[in-house]
């Protein structure tokens, strides 16, 4: 029998301060007693930020009224909770997100980041690429469209998921994209995504593609400390139920390295990142953590 966890800060704040408008969207679409006059805040500013080719701006800078391209990883964030928020998959906005992320796909069947973006990423974000396809984002991509309701055989995303199964190393893993210096590295980051869109597009959970995936997540077991690099989505994603040494494992490094203004950073160095923040706090509330 596990004991019952209690966060130390209320995540909730940190979100909905730090945050950008997808934040407090994918927020507002899986808390429990959500302000629902705050969401239909939320998805009328959404709403009217996308841009005219189907996507949203990088990082949510139309916030700032900054002038950037559309991206194709925000784009892929916003889609999957504007649906569990109630947008109909059959509405203007998200068959126009649908069609940006489709005319983006590549020759490979990934996805990159918009080529237009260049001058605006910062060198240091390794993982992101412009020029080769990024495998964490293609499972984003692969998620949000069968989230807005492309069948899982549709000729784009049995591409897709071809080039993810093309780009798992020999050790089980994903590295973030194609060109990286040592591919056959494993980038912990890329597990969750890629995992959950290979089973949502029919990858069954004993098959060696998954079964070499997890093996590789548990030889890097010494990383799972660090949020980023924590698979407990992953567990999730595959079933481990909540009594599994694994989960809590991830649990309790995730309950310790909580910062005092309720978020987490990609790594515990780092300030808290609404990213990382809202993310766990979904994951967190399904496996039956409680907000104090």
Known sequence: MVPDHILKYDPVPCIFEKGNSYHHLRALSFLAERDDSRLLDV???VKSSQNADGGWSWLGRWESNEKIPSSVTDTAYYLPPLVDSGVDIDSEEVKR????????????????ENPELRKTMWESWTWFSVDHSVTWITGLVINALIKAGYPHDAPP????????????????????????????NTDMWTMEDVISALLGCGETRDSDIIRKAEDAIVKHRDRWQEPVENPLGV??????????????ECILHLLENQ??????????????????????????????????
Do not use: C
């Open 43 to 45: 998805l009328k500013k």
């Open 157 to 184: 995303i049995t591409r897709a998921t071809g080039f993810l199964k093309s780009m798992q190393n020999e050790e089980g893993g994903w590295p973030s994209h194609i060109g990286v210096p040592q591919p056959g």
């Open 97 to 112: 997100a649908s069609a940006f992320l489709l005319e983006a796909q590549r020759d490979d069947g990934g996805w990159a």
């Open 259 to 292: 910062k005092e203004d309720g978020g987490w950073g990609f790594y515990n160095e780092w300030n808290s990142s609404p990213d990382q923040t809202v993310r766990w706090l979904e994951i967190l509330l399904k496996y039956g953590v409680r907000i104090r």
């Open 235 to 248: 567990f999730l994603t595959l079933g481990y139920d909540r009594e599994h040494e694994y989960v809590e």
